[in-house]
């Protein structure tokens, strides 16, 4: 019998190992394999009791259940009155709560929750509450599932945990015709034309992995936005997919083309100022109210790259998300008005501008720098929005660049609530096959100090609020989520939807904890597995910025497809499409001179911010070529010139990914075959990436400096012209898949 | 002790229960659930012994291994010696089979299987065998592992199998965008971006599935083809793909775009007469031999739907087929050349057509029936072609309708031989959410008799050559897969890809057998389950003929898209793009008058074919529009007039659609809850559609009959202008996803 029993259990290994092909992305309830851990937590967790009903507590029981079954191997029965064991969850109103809490004061707003261990009328328990009406309470049983996932002591807790940021959202570039602009993961998960009669059951997951991590609102269309979204056929769509999140805490929001009355509402015109327009926005407004009474709000791109907008019409982006606004506020909406605007200018290429032919920075380009934009057309704006406006910054003042100073409108809007956009897709950061994880990237823009209210104005502060006292709070990361069975693609880009949840959630977590406790609910918890995987995700951000875009390089990657290096590409559309444009590199030296001598960019920043890097002898060098066009023999902190430091920085980060696949490929025995192969095969590309990268763009930068590649290092196995030549026209997230 | 096994049992139950997502299609090794049929099976399989080595034995011998002890719930070991319950697999020329068999014949063919079971040396064994080289002993253990999937006995086997035509191809019409031609599954499942460094799982796994039903070609790519795939950049990818589907007897075939030379090649002609030309694709087939040495050939669209071909250059399609082939012919390569051709004699829309003006049949669009163009374009090129040359024709003259006659090119193509190109994705068959089951539609095309050689002429018997004597065979099924989880969206189209294998090796097959023996492979071996959905599989196909084309009608479906109803139409490009082209409705009556008085598309086939259909009063009814043009008040066979029965239809298949879907509600206990719950919506959104097309085209119709709809039946629940008026910019398979 014994026999028999222990052959049931290795089939269920086996069947469990078989299956691991990444759908359950961290939610994975697998049996603890710790057998002492195992004890332990049957023995604390006899039964469940819940307190109440409603559609969040009862998707928040069957997640209980559901997990605790998988992790202690068995049944946790209902339990109506109170023993030892017992793990107890319902909101703050239940009259259970408010009997045990009697006069206390638990605060935890509208979405916080408390964990905690007592001994409560004789009897060992365990609370899980959070207050009415929100998902409180599920992200508790989450949490409290976490600290089982990641073999936690549970024998005391005492947990309360509070959200820094109001509305934490993802933003889906997803196409009515389910391509994903910039997506590398397949298809839209959103099947826009089986709705709304089919429910594929990924959106439930999908519902069930953001609640886990404290996301609360979905963007479901792309920026680039389409007005047929906004019709009664399409409506009825998005109303299934919000049927089916509410009860995981999630709104949904939809992009608002700007000139939607024209497409869809029969009008003439979508000046923001004119009262037809304006009502056909509020009858809009009111409509999709009637099909998702809880709608979130618009999210608009709004004269930028094509799409259409309120200087359409001579009004200004004020005008524009106002108009809105006014339509969404009877209705607690929001608008989410992104501050990516760079068309208005109207500039042309400068036909005369050969960075072969030039030793300086040509100063008309300087003069339009694309990195000043946002700032200088937002910045006068301050003040005049709506209550209910809030503008939509990208992390850095150019575009999701493997590394970028922050945006100087962060401590620069005192009277506007800024929304922090990143990039969970990586769009700049080896798309579909390079291992990255950018909860390090997250951190370096949120912890990087604006100096706006004196020393401490973090960029994160800046965005929960708590230096301006923004009424509003908002943070969005630009989803990486396909229809590949995995959702990412690489096994690897679910870290970045956790961490951008993670941290939205608590900006305080670092990177590593948050490496950790991915690391331990998606592969293993076996120490030397989470301790090498974990160097390899904290390095991996670091090694990808070596050998793609050192020194504060930017934009030279191929144009359209932004797939591999393309440096020499100087015939793009407008100027600022242009690398040569952005590295400016030339017999003399290389970069963009941002500082007063040229663009003054740097002038946008508070003085504190301003004097880190307006010195070339003292700016960080991590941002050198950012802010300073330097001289090829310029001496680096390391004693090498800039030459043989480019070189040094492309050689070594070729050399950390082959450390990364060399660390990885021994780690075989601690995971799945299926999880291993992937991201052993994944890794070999990656390496070929980062010499493509390397080589392609020390070749063209030697045609400047005309300095050697020094002797030490492998020799590039192609020419320039070879990288040159390379083309990729069905690259995937530019309308291929 | 006997509880712990019993939790743990329930665990695994509903664990498998939990993941029935469809990835694993029919190749489900779950525990026998039969306790008796299981300790059977355990006596009669004690240990497995595979004579030899190579790549295909290699994966023969995993599968086994890893079915059997799914199934049997044990791992079955390898055994030397011969015990009893040995199953023994090998070739034919390995030493064991070499002395089992000693001077027998048996006749089994390149890739046919034996499995039976013996005494032998005092030892009760099976044996599983097949020729060298190819497939036959993977097809024989796919064979085995069916009969237990399927609850068969195992205690007296004997089985010859050998397929009755050599090529079975599946046609993939996958963009290098990876969007997928009439795809209703997601994204292509060839991730040609990640080739050839990142091999997807899917793809050993589409193997073993094809295999499993002796497919033994792919053509990866859309016949509207892109010469790129012919470049060393592409080639290298598809080497790989080659390289995982060689040990499944897989061969891969391309798309060959006949202007290659001059996109690719850099010449200024592609004329196939041009000795430049010849001499650029002997060279390209020599290089694509480098990277895949046993590559199948080219599938080739020319002179069709804007692709270009020979006839560009004034040459015939005998001229285009036979230099590919004269290049394939050194390494055995074969050129399947499709029949499918209807834009080499320009039409124009006939501005005066409008069916509601006129009452008969315009004469001058009669003359160029599209029905007849194949037939016509090809019959005079018989006995022209190189021997390696196949002309591929799809089963009915027109395009893949709900039903069609066969074509008249079976029976018409005496020295050439002809590939049957079946469509397994329902790009007229509810695309993504009709439950339609096809092997009803493949056999009725099968088995008719197109008297070519008498009677017994049947198309199967032409296509796989016993007629005809062709010394190559072959059969294609446009693919239905794409990289959903489950592969083919809708659960049931996965029986579609199932039932085009099985019949592709075995046309004696009966749609019923095929249905029972997928469904017990696919959901469970329960009688009850079986018998019921067996009969809605059945039914299905019938059912949806009666809601979409009942009687002959064809090609009434929205343009572009092909999603929904619109008989409407009469603005297309082309006069034959028009569903009013189609349905020729007027005052006087509907359908296409294909007799001697009308186009004369019947004299294309045999006189007893034509006698069958030529006479109205004895036509098939089921083919009564699709020969003639019927006056609304016939008398049809049911005693009601044409109207009130094409209202019959109509009706009657809705009701079939509603019949179905309570049939599968009652199923609930029988089916895991995710399928169930998926067939469930898709079966709601499989009613509605039928009701859209009932209407629709009722009402539509009755604007010519000015009959009314039988006051018993429901009325349409909105007008005629509503329903013209739907749009579906989005709907999937023409672009989108």
Redesign the interface.
Known sequence: ??R??F???L??C???LF?E?G?RLWLRYDKIDDPTLLKEYRTAISSISFQGSSPTLDVAKKELMNGL?GLL???IPEQKILVDGCVVVGTLSSPFFQEYYKNDDVSIGREGFTIHTAKYRGKNITLITGADGDAGVLYGVFQFLRLLQTHQSIAKISIISVPKIQNRILDHWDN????VERGYA???IWN???LP???D?RYVDYARANASIGINGTVLTNVSANA?VLTRQYLEKVAELANVFRPYGIKVYLTARFTAPIEIGGLKTADPLDPAVQNWWKQKVDEIYTYVPDFGGFLVKANSEGQPGPQTYGRTHADGANMLADALAPHKGIVMWRAFVYDVRPQKVNENFDSHKVDSTAPNIAASDRAKQAYDEFKPLDGKFRKNVLVQVKNGPIDFQPREPFSPLFGGMEHTPLVMEFQITQEYLGQ??NLVFEAPLFKECLDADTYAKGKGSTVARMIDGSVEKYPTTAIAGVSNIG???NWTGHPFGQANWYAFGRIAWDHDLSAEQIADEWLRQTFSNDPHFVASTKKIMLMSRETLVSYMTPLGLHHIMGTGHHYGPAPWVSNAGRADWNPVYYHRADSLGIGFDRTSNGSNAISQYSPEVREQWDNLNTCNEKYILWFHHVPWKFKMHSGRTLWDELCYKYYSGVDSVRWIQKTWNDLKNYVDA?RF??VK??L??QE?EAVWWRNACLLYFQTFSKMPIPSKYEKPDHDLEYYEALK?????GN???
Chains 1, 2 share one sequence.
Not at 176 to 179: A, G, K, M, S, V
Request: glycine letters at 10%; hydrophobic letters at 35%; aromatic letters at 10%.
């Open positions: 019998m014994k028999y029993c052959a049931i259990c089939l269920l086996s069947s469990i299956g092909d759908y079954e191997d068995k049944k009515l015709n389910r391509t397949g298809a839209s826009w034309h089986l009669g089919y429910i059951k047929l579909a096959t229809n590949e069975r299926e192969d992937q095969m994944l070999a590309v070929k990729f026209p069905y690259a995937p309308g291929g898949l």
